[in-house]
C-alpha cells in the first residue's frame, strides 16, 4: 500500500495495511537537513520549505505529511494586486541574523511596518518583534536592501509541483484558516473591553474561509487543513463556541460533500476540542493531541470516547521523549500510543506537534521501525 493510500484511509477513520508514521518534522528538521542557513528557506525561499519537507520524508521514509503548499485563488491575487504591495527588506544584518521590515508605498509615500523580523542561521524566524527591542532605530530606516526571493510560485504553481514531488509518498493539503482570538494579550484585552468588534471581525473572517474551502476542494487536493496553532488557549469552549465552531461547521461539512478529508490542527490543550469536533461537526482528523503540561489529552481515553466518530493523530512527546529520549525510549513510547489508539483503524502515529532541530535521527527511525513492525494489522 502506497503512502498516500495508507494516510488517507487512516484520516478518514479506516483501517489501512499498518498504522501510518508521520512524525511532525514539517518546520526545523527539513532546514537542518538542507545544510544551508535557516535563512535561506524561510526568507530566500531557497529552496520553499515544502520542498525540503518533501525530501525529508523521503530521507527517512515516513509516510508524507504536507499540511500547509501554498495555494493563491485567482480571487485572492486580484483582491491582493489591488491593495498596497509590501516589500520585504533587509535592514539589518550580522554574522548570526537578518532582520527585515516590509514597506510598501501608500499615497505615494513609503510606509514601513511598525515591526521587525528576525531570521536566524540556525532556528526557525521571530516575527513581530519591535525594532528598539532588538537595537534597531524604531523610525524608518536609512538604508535597506530588497529581498528578491530565488523562487516564486504564483497561483497553484507550488501545489502542482508539490504533488509531483509528493507522488503517492504522503499526502498534500491546503490551510483554510479559522477565525479565533490570537495568542497574544491584546487579544484577550480587545475581548474583553470590545467584544462585538471581535465578533464581527471574526465573521467577515469565518465568510473568507468558508468562500476558500469551497474553491479548494475543488483543486487537486489531499486534504484540508483547518484549526490554529494553541487555538484553545486564547479560546476556551465559550468564546470558540462563538468564534470558531461554526467556521468549522461549515468547512467541514464542504469537505464531507466534497469527499475530501478535513483536518485540525492545534497544538497545547485539545480534549475538549476532540469532543466538540467529534459530536458536532464533520471533521475527518485531529492532531496533535499532546500530553500534559503542554496539552492535556488522553488518547487512550479520546479513543475509547469518539474514535468511532473522528480519526487521531499523535501524539509522542517532542521534548522529554523525540529531542531527550534514547531510540528505546521512543519505541516504548510508541507503542503504547498504538496500544491506545491504533485498534480498528483510525489512527496515525505522530508527535505531540514540532520536533526540534536537533532530534536524533535515530528516534525518528525508532518511530518508523516501530509502526512498520508493530504497527502491523
Not at 503517492?168 to 474583553?192: F, I, K, Q, R, S
Request: hydrophobic share 35%; proline share 7%; with cysteine.
Amino acid at each position: 500500500m502506497t503512502s498516500r493510500k495508507r494516510m488517507l484511509i487512516a484520516m478518514t477513520n479506516g483501517q489501512p495495511d499498518r498504522v501510518p508514521v508521520a512524525p511532525d518534522t514539517s518546520n526545523m528538521i527539513p532546514c537542518r537537513l538542507t545544510g544551508r542557513p535557516f535563512w535561506d528557506i524561510y526568507l530566500y525561499q531557497d529552496p520553499p520549505l515544502w520542498e525540503a519537507y518533501a525530501h525529508t520524508f523521503r530521507h527517512f521514509g515516513f509516510d508524507g505529511w504536507q499540511p500547509a503548499v501554498p495555494v493563491e485563488l485567482d480571487y485572492e491575487m486580484e483582491e491582493a494586486a489591488n491593495g498596497p504591495q509590501w516589500t520585504e527588506a533587509i535592514v539589518h544584518r550580522t554574522d548570526e541574523r537578518l532582520y527585515t521590515r516590509r514597506w510598501a508605498l501608500i499615497d505615494g509615500q513609503r510606509r514601513w511596518t511598525e515591526h521587525c523580523t528576525v531570521y536566524y542561521i540556525a532556528d526557525p524566524p521571530t516575527w513581530g518583534v519591535p525594532p528598539g527591542k532588538v537595537g534597531l532605530p524604531e523610525g524608518d530606516p536609512d538604508t535597506w536592501e530588497d529581498v528578491v526571493p530565488r523562487t516564486n510560485y504564483r497561483g497553484l504553481e507550488a501545489l502542482k509541483r508539490c504533488k509531483e514531488l509528493t507522488g503517492e509518498d504522503g499526502v498534500v493539503g491546503a490551510v483554510v484558516g479559522t477565525p479565533a482570538l490570537g495568542l497574544g494579550a491584546e487579544a484577550a484585552y480587545e475581548w474583553a473591553d470590545n467584544r462585538d468588534a471581535v465578533i464581527q471581525r471574526c465573521e467577515q473572517w469565518g465568510e473568507a474561509c468558508i468562500r476558500r474551502a469551497r474553491e479548494i476542494v475543488k483543486l487537486d487536493i489531499d486534504f484540508v487543513l483547518t484549526g490554529g496553532s494553541g487555538m484553545m488557549i486564547n479560546n476556551p469552549e465559550p468564546i470558540f463556541r462563538i468564534l470558531c465552531l461554526p467556521t468549522i461547521q461549515e468547512v467541514t461539512r464542504i469537505c464531507k460533500e466534497a469527499g475530501v478529508p478535513s483536518q485540525i490542527h492545534c497544538c497545547g490543550p485539545e480534549a475538549d476540542l476532540v469532543r466538540i469536533c467529534a459530536e458536532e461537526t464533520d471533521l475527518s482528523n485531529i492532531n496533535p493531541l499532546e500530553i500534559p503540561p503542554m496539552g492535556d489529552c488522553d488518547l487512550a481515553r479520546l479513543k475509547r470516547e469518539y474514535g468511532g466518530k473522528i480519526s487521531l493523530m499523535g501524539n509522542l512527546h517532542t521534548t522529554e521523549v523525540m529531542l531527550r529520549g534514547t531510540p528505546q525510549t521512543v519505541a516504548d513510547a510508541a507503542k503504547k500510543a498504538i496500544d491506545d489508539a491504533a485498534e480498528g483503524g483510525g489512527f496515525i502515529l505522530s508527535t505531540g506537534d514540532q520536533c526540534g532541530r536537533d532530534t536524533p535521527d535515530e528516534n525518528i527511525m525508532a518511530l518508523i521501525e516501530v509502526a512498520q513492525t508493530y504497527g502491523k494489522y
